[in-house]
């Protein structure tokens, strides 16, 4: 099993709409957790940091983690053509030595 | 302006050939990182380091080499026993136990690098 575990996609919705990501991790230990975004190309930029169970917002982005479960979630609330890209789910390992990323699930929103 | 220099942007190794990738942070970060991507395989670790003249294996650290020298600096050396080089580096750095506490990496531009 891997340690980070997300679908590859591509993810298409249509602009306007809600994207919803989703991502399993395996280490019951794991307490911080962060969704980047990546452009093709480039390299990933951090758009939201989660710890507690529970939701937080940040403009229209929410993220959501439930510890019971293992799994944490991003929301994209009206989807722009601008937010295609590959979202990465990344799981803090070692008592936060180190991140283990998941493989990626690429967005398409279409205008 | 604090960041993190990658270069070259591209590289080319020849076959049996040792590369080097240069990584420079003036984030005044204690920890580095060098990570490889493939397509549809997202970010693996390679080394990656706590302290000055102290790193550690990542999961695919066979083939590689790494020196931790000055805390701004993190080179990675990509040797001949590296079968399938081919791939995007990417640096990363954060303050100490960073991912715990919610801080992140920052990344560094990456270094493409081409097996020819």
């Known amino acids: 099993q891997k340690e980070v575990e997300q679908n590859s996609g591509p993810l298409s919705v249509p602009e306007g709409a809600i994207a919803s990501l989703n991502c399993t991790y395996s280490d019951r230990g794991s307490q911080s957790f962060f969704w980047y975004r990546q452009y093709s190309g480039k390299s990933p930029e951090l758009i939201m940091f989660i710890y507690s169970n529970g939701d937080k917002e940040d403009g229209r982005f929410t993220a959501q983690l439930n510890k019971a479960s293992q799994y944490v979630s991003l929301l994209i609330r009206d989807s722009q053509p601008s937010d295609s890209a590959t979202y990465l789910c990344?799981?803090?390992?070692?008592?936060?030595?180190?991140?283990?990323f998941g493989a990626g699930t690429i967005l398409r929103v279409k205008s | 302006d604090g960041g993190i220099t990658q270069s070259p942007k591209y590289l080319f190794r020849k076959e049996g050939q040792n590369v080097t990738l240069s990584c420079e942070q003036n984030?005044?970060?204690?920890?580095m990182y060098w990570y490889r991507q493939d397509p549809g395989q997202g970010l693996r670790l390679i080394y990656y380091s706590q302290i000055v003249n102290d790193f550690q294996k990542g999961d695919i650290a066979e083939g590689y080499s790494v020196s931790r020298e000055k805390k701004e600096s993190f080179p990675l050396t990509v040797t001949s026993a590296q079968k399938n080089p081919t791939a995007f580096y990417l640096c990363a750095s954060s303050i100490g136990q960073g991912a715990r506490l919610g801080y992140g990496y920052t990344f560094g531009s990456g270094t493409r690098l081409t097996v020819v």
């Open positions: 990344a799981v803090d390992l070692e008592g936060g030595n180190k991140l283990v």
């Open positions: 984030l005044n970060h204690d920890a």
